[in-house]
Nanobody, 119 residues
Framework: QVQLVESGGGLVQPGGSLRLSCAAP????????MAWYRRAPGKERELVAQ???????NYADSVKGRFTISRDNAKNTVYLFMNSLKSEDTAVYYC?????????????WGQGTQVTVSS
């Protein structure tokens, strides 16, 4: 059972910053993409940012210019740097990793970490 380890959530004031991290097991060698999703209260889960194996990135329009996703291939870790946080960024953030295992494309989720933006 592949497990992702997330960290970095918490409470921050509007305009503040947070960094989320998500580590996948070193045993995974064929990662296709790593991403962050979020689910705000009463809303559907949405893609926040994604980085592929070729380091191409894409972002939700609502976070462009404020959030940055990056990955450390040596550590199988993906980061989400969140700046200029707004109350509407409050959500549970989930890490997602897609990789090839046993010749199949597989999809694994982290347990989620709460981000609360409030004064």
């Amino acid at each position: 059972q592949v497990q992702l380890v997330e960290s970095g959530g918490g409470l921050v004031q509007p305009g503040g910053s947070l960094r989320l991290s998500c580590a996948a097991p070193r045993s995974i060698s064929s990662i296709v993409a790593m991403a962050w999703y979020r689910r705000a209260p009463g809303k559907e889960r949405e893609l926040v940012a994604q980085v592929t194996s070729s380091t191409d990135t894409n972002y939700a329009d609502s976070v462009k210019g404020r959030f940055t996703i990056s990955r450390d291939n040596a550590k199988n870790t993906v980061y989400l740097f969140m700046n200029s946080l707004k109350s509407e960024d409050t959500a549970v953030y989930y890490c997602n990793v897609r990789y090839v295992g046993d010749y199949r494309l597989r999809n694994v989720w982290g347990q989620g970490t709460q981000v609360t933006v409030s004064s």
